[in-house]
Structure formats: C-alpha cells, structure tokens
C-alpha cells in the first residue's frame, strides 16, 4: 500500500510537469493542443515521432518549441537528396598531427534529433537512422558510439505525391513510435498566429522549464504505471487482427504492441492516473499503429486506407470490461 501511495505521488509530479511543459510550448504553437501532448508523450514513452503533413502548417516549429522548452541538447538536419550517411551519423578521419584516426560525430549525437523533410533524402541516407532509433548507438568503421539518453527522433515529411520526395521504407516507419499530422489551424489560432509571430519568432522565445535529469525521472515514473494482464490480452489481440485483415498484407509488429503499451503509460500519468484503461490504448492506437499497417495492391486500388482497416480491428476486437486490476 505504501509502494502505491508512493507511485500515486510519483505520478501526480509527473501529470504537474506534463502540464507545464506543454503549456510552454503553446506559446509558440497556438490552437495544436492534442499535436503536442501526444509529441511529449511520445518522448516519454522513449519513442521517435514522424510529423506528416503539407509545407508551412508547423511542423519543424513543434519540433523546435519542444527541443527548447526543455534542457536538452538538440540538432537539426536537413535532408536533401545529396546528404551523405555519414553526414548523420559521423565519419572517422585521420589526424595528421598525431598520426591517430579521429571520429567526428554527426548530427545523429544529440537528445533531440530534428530530422527536417527526412523524405526528401535518398533511401540509403534514410537508412542511417536505423541502427541509432532502435538500439540507441552508432556504429562506424566497425567501433560502436553509444547515444545519450533521452534520445528522440523528430521527423518530419511532406506527402509521398509532392515532387522530390522518397516514400520512406517499412523498417523504418516501424521504427517511429508515432505518425501524426499538424493540420490547418482553426480561425481563432490563426488570428492569434499573426500576434505571436508578428516580431521575433515565437520559437525563439521559448525558454526551457524541465531539466535533463527531470525528463529522465519522467520516463522512469511512466514505467511504473500499472498495465493489468486482460489489457495486455487486449494489446495482442489487436496487434494479432490487423496480421489476419483481409486488407493488411502486413500487420502491425510486437515492436509496435510494446509501443503502445509505453504509449498507453505515458499517456496514462499525463492525466494523473496509475494504470491504464482501454480507452487509453483506443486513443493511441491510430498515432502508433495506422503507419505500420502495409495494405495489399487488391486493398489500395478498392481505396482503402490504414486507418479504416485500423478502424474495423477496434470495432471489431472485444474491449475488456471493468477497471483493470
């Protein structure tokens, strides 16, 4: 009883934190609200997001506005399509002066890694990022970088159909814990636009409000939230309906079933609470499942989408009743 007291305390810093975290980055983002919480809980949950949507609605300032509202070391790369893999990841050169080969980190060696219009980069360079998202370390001329910790991949893209751009592999959209658009702002949040960002950017003047080692204690206390086993039934079983759609040549993986679980966690303590309900896992499930779900050709030309087999999966998958235990 006292663990549960002390993990119910744990929690309710952590829910007071979220708040202010993302009550910062609203002042550079305005009428976003859901983008953001689900961009820190990504964070937390120690996952890698991909912001997906048309040129100019926000996407690299989410990005930058969550890098500094907290104090963590942050770089940004853009891509292009004549970006080189060692460009991201490091190169080993040799120093004349002592006759010694000398690593040079690349962009990929910080907590928060702005990966801009990664699609806009050729496959091979794309690829880099693979080894560093999943297992958190570089490996170069066959010596391998540890990454520090936390370490966040924030992507961005535009649609596949814009010119100069690759679609990105299924490897690798498996290794985004989440895909979410921006969207257009509504009225009210545009107006408000034009007077934030009338002078100097309003990204410039955010300023950071939780420490490394806050952000750090923040993921440990998301561990500890309580996942019942009848919602761990409930997480197989949906990860197992999209492997059996009739639409989905590709289901989703267990990398994506732990996901949502670390997900549903860290969602969970942002309202306050120490376990977690389906309701919580519904909510996450299209940000964390819709973009690893590959559909098949008969699917595709029927106009079928990931999110309506997602959809029908939810719809279909017996939700556990009760509070979980």
Request: aromatic fraction near 4%; glycine fraction near 8%; charge should be negative.
């Amino acid at each position: 009883m006292a663990a549960q007291r002390t993990v119910g305390r744990e929690v309710g810093l952590y829910a007071d934190r979220f708040e202010t975290i993302v009550a910062n980055i609203e002042q550079a983002i305005q009428g976003k609200p859901e983008a953001i919480r689900l961009a820190l809980v990504c964070l937390l949950a120690e996952g890698h997001l991909l912001i997906e949507d048309v040129p100019g609605v926000g996407k690299t300032s989410m990005a930058k506005a969550l890098a500094a509202s907290l104090e963590l070391s942050c770089h940004r790369i853009q891509f292009t399509p004549d970006l080189l893999p060692s460009d991201v990841t490091g190169v080993t050169v040799f120093n004349r002066a002592n006759g010694t080969f000398d690593f040079r980190p690349g962009g990929v060696f910080a907590n928060i890694v702005l990966g801009d219009e990664i699609n806009r980069a050729s496959p091979k360079t794309q690829s880099a990022l693979l080894e560093a998202m999943e297992e958190r370390q570089v490996t170069v001329d066959a010596t391998t970088y540890p990454l520090g910790s936390p370490f966040m991949v924030i992507a961005t893209q535009n649609p596949i159909e814009h010119e100069g751009t690759y679609p990105l592999p299924e490897s690798q959209l498996d290794r985004f814990l989440m895909r979410i658009p921006m969207g257009y702002p509504d009225r009210t949040a545009e107006m408000a636009m034009l007077d934030a960002h009338a002078g100097t950017s309003a990204v410039e003047r955010v300023t950071p409000v939780a420490a490394a080692s806050a952000v750090v204690e923040m993921i440990g206390i998301a561990r500890l939230v309580h996942v019942a086993p009848v919602l761990k039934g409930y997480l197989v079983d949906l990860a197992t309906a999209t492997r059996r759609h009739p639409s989905a040549a590709i289901g989703v993986s267990p990398r994506a079933t732990l996901a949502l679980q670390r997900a549903a966690r860290a969602y969970a303590a942002s309202i306050g609470r120490e376990y977690i309900v389906p309701d919580d896992i519904k909510s996450l499930a299209g940000p964390v499942l819709s973009h690893r779900i590959v559909l098949t050709p008969e699917a595709e030309l029927g106009g079928s989408t990931p999110d309506q087999v997602l959809g029908d999966v939810l719809g279909t998958v017996p939700v556990p009743s009760g509070r979980p235990g």
